[in-house]
T-cell receptor, first 113, second 112 residues
Framework: GDSVTQMEGPVTLSEEAFLTINCTYT??????LFWYVQYPGEGLQLLLK?????DKGSNKGFEATYRKETTSFHLEKGSVQVSDSAVYFC????????????FGKGTTLSVSS | EADIYQTPRYLVIGTGKKITLECSQT?????MYWYQQDPGMELHLIHY???????EKGDLSSESTVSRIRTEHFPLTLESARPSHTSQYLC???????????FGPGTRLLVL
């Protein structure tokens, strides 16, 4: 079945460091791909998404490119801030109608000043 | 800003009690979901609904039940709470295929 694999955390960085969180997927057809972020004590918020191959999603300085050839959707940010500390989830929505989002296990990011 | 609400936000309850976790959304979304989030932060789909009078079990077996009598509400009930039910429960909704799934703030449940 469809699945998402993302790098295990925690990821610990200093402020202004470069961030990459790897995400790869297995899916039939042409899924849509998402990154969600969960700040402490809150629910998940959509960070960015891409619906077809070679699309680049971007938001708040974060970017991810839908790479069909490598089945990847890695999250990147050039300069992280302390306020970016959160749990990041990669997710896919199968092309099949009616299916729910499938999430990776989440990667905890901790940024120190 | 997503208009999806969950109550209570935190609940501490004794074993054997019946509890209902409320979820409501004011966006007119047909599709609604319940996820259980374990301490390692992994999300597990436990129930979903595609509209009024539609409910289905998710990937993770759960002793909870849900109902969908109105589009706006998707409550989750535990008839007899146990310590193994201690977790965070997240509700989500989506209008249609290909659209963003919005999450509520979650209910953190502790069963003693």
């Amino acid at each position: 079945g469809d699945s998402v694999t993302q790098m295990e955390g925690p990821v610990t960085l200093s402020e202004e460091a470069f961030l990459t969180i790897n995400c790869t997927y297995t899916a039939t057809g042409y899924p849509s791909l998402f990154w969600y972020v969960q700040y402490p004590g809150e629910g998940l918020q959509l960070l960015l998404k891409a619906t077809k191959a070679d699309d680049k999603g971007s938001n708040k300085g974060f970017e991810a490119t839908y790479r069909k050839e490598t089945t990847s959707f890695h999250l990147e940010k050039g300069s992280v801030q302390v306020s970016d500390s959160a749990v990041y989830f990669c997710a896919l929505k199968s092309g099949q109608a009616g299916t729910a989002l499938i999430f990776g296990k989440g990667t905890t990011l901790s940024v120190s000043s | 800003e997503a208009d999806i609400y969950q109550t209570p936000r935190y609940l501490v309850i004794g074993t054997g009690k019946k509890i209902t976790l409320e979820c409501s959304q004011t966006m007119g979304h047909d599709k609604m979901y319940w996820y259980q989030q374990d301490p390692g932060m992994e999300l597990h789909l436990i129930h979903y609904s595609y509209g009024v009078n539609s409910t289905e079990k998710g990937d993770l077996s759960s002793e909870s039940t849900v109902s969908r009598i109105r589009t706006e509400h998707f409550p989750l009930t535990l008839e007899s709470a146990r310590p193994s039910h201690t977790s965070q429960y997240l509700c989500a909704s989506r209008r249609a295929e290909g659209e963003t799934q919005y999450f509520g703030p979650g209910t953190r449940l502790l069963v003693l």
